[in-house]
Each structure stands twice: as structure tokens, then as C-alpha cells.
């Protein structure tokens, strides 16, 4: 499904990215962890498109899409959800979910409207469909963020931290929506420092650290047994926070 090959990202006299290969099955829910700043976040925006990689393959549907003509179309398929919404404020939670589909006319407005009150009404939030984001909760909003990508139809999700602008008791608001999708079997990919999420809601963990993956795998042996001594490391270090 997707297949990302030795990719490599510098800015100015920094390289983020040194050389990262992946492969990603559809149905799988991949994590990726690491310590910050090792380019967890750019690989993500460098998968959608938000960033262009210097070099190395990005291979979506058996089409390379770095350079590709057609980015924006594939961009379509591959939908992402931001650590902090990236809702318009002057635009109500409606108007926000079907901006992206009716603009790239995938639907025309009606349909667009229809649809996006059938998911918000699926996760009990038909209510604020006339709110702003600013009368709305933190855990409303991504769980906004998150219909928004969705009404999109994408055959990926990428997550960036999805949970870490939240407080607490909202954080169960989001991650059971993830669930939904997950039992939906939708593929995903998450960036984030919620550990115990990612070791119990993941199929497929990434170590990523100064820009290279060091270790991968199934979950609970990534957790459990790491081979790694820097995941061994990391881990002792957050764990002891």
C-alpha cells in the first residue's frame, strides 16, 4: 500500500532525515516514537506531501508520488490530523468538515452538509455543528479534525501528536474515536509521546532516533523485550518521568 524507501530531508545544514525505509500494509496501525527533534514529525509531512524529501522514493498504490503531477490527488487519499486542529476559527465546525470536499469538488455542497452531519452525529457531536472552534472543547476539536479528514475519504491517516494539545479526561474522547477507525480497519500512522497508547493500540512500532529507525516492530516486543540499547534508553528515561 505504501512503501517509503531511504528517504532523506535536510534544512539548511540540518539533516533531519537519514535515510528512512518503510513498509506499510494496509490495516496496519503503525506508531512511531522517539526522542524530539529525531524527524518524527517530517517524515509524516514528507508521507502527505507537506514537505518534499531531497532524495529517496515515496511509493503510494504502486505510484512514486515524489515530484509526481498528481500529488494533490494523492494527497486526497492520505489524510492527516494535526497536533493543534489547524481548524479555520471564522468558520463553523460544518463549514470547516466540508470546505476541503466541496473545494476539491469530490461533493457538491448538499451532499458535502449531509454527510458531514451523518459522521459527527455517529461520534455525538451533530450539536455543535453550527459552533466555532472556539466555543467548543480541545477533545471536540480533534475529534473534529479528525471528521474532517475523514469525510475525505482517505485510505491513510496520518496522526501527528493527535492527543498532546489535550488535557487529561479529553484524551479518551479522541483515542476512542481512533479506536472506531481502527475497528473499521482503517490504516493508520501516529506520532506520539503517549507511550502506553501506542504500545496497547498498535500493531507495528517505529523507534526513530537522530533521523534513522534503529529498531521496529510488533509492539509489545518493542516495549517489552527492546534489542536497541538507545530504545532501551529512551524507554528507562520516559518511563521514569
Do not use: W
Not at 95 to 105: D, S
Not at 108 to 135: H, T, W
Request: proline fraction near 3%.
Amino acid at each position: 500500500m505504501l512503501t517509503i524507501k531511504n528517504i532523506k530531508k535536510t534544512f539548511g545544514n540540518k539533516v533531519v532525515l537519514k535515510g528512512i525505509s518503510l513498509n506499510v500494509n494496509k490495516g496496519d496501525i503503525i506508531g512511531i516514537i522517539g526522542p524530539s527533534g529525531c524527524g518524527k514529525s517530517t517524515l509524516l509531512r514528507c508521507i502527505n506531501g507537506l514537505e518534499t524529501s531531497d532524495s529517496g522514493e515515496i511509493i503510494f498504490n504502486e505510484k512514486n508520488i515524489i515530484g509526481s503531477k498528481h500529488l494533490l490527488d494523492v494527497r486526497k487519499k492520505i489524510g492527516m490530523v494535526f497536533q493543534q486542529f489547524n481548524l479555520f476559527n471564522h468558520m463553523t465546525v460544518l463549514e470547516n468538515i466540508t470546505l476541503a470536499p466541496v473545494m476539491n469538488k469530490l461533493m457538491k455542497a448538499d451532499e458535502a452538509k449531509k454527510e458531514a452531519l451523518r459522521l459527527l452525529k455517529e461520534i455525538d457531536l451533530e450539536d455543535i455543528a453550527n459552533s466555532y472552534p472556539n466555543q467548543i472543547s480541545g477533545g471536540q476539536k480533534q475529534r473534529v479534525a479528525i471528521i474532517r479528514t475523514l469525510i475525505m475519504k482517505p485510505e491513510i491517516i496520518l496522526f501527528d501528536e493527535p492527543t498532546s494539545a489535550l488535557d487529561p479526561e479529553m484524551i479518551g474522547e479522541v483515542t476512542n474515536l481512533m479506536r472506531k477507525l481502527a475497528d473499521n480497519g482503517m490504516t493508520m500512522i501516529i506520532v506520539s509521546h503517549e507511550l502506553n497508547f501506542i504500545k496497547n493500540f498498535c500493531t507495528k512500532v517505529v523507534f526513530i532516533d537522530d533521523g534513522k529507525i534503529v529498531e521496529e516492530g510488533d509492539s509489545k516486543l518493542i516495549f517489552d523485550k527492546p534489542k536497541d540499547e538507545r530504545l532501551k534508553s529512551f524507554l528507562e528515561k520516559v518511563n521514569n518521568k
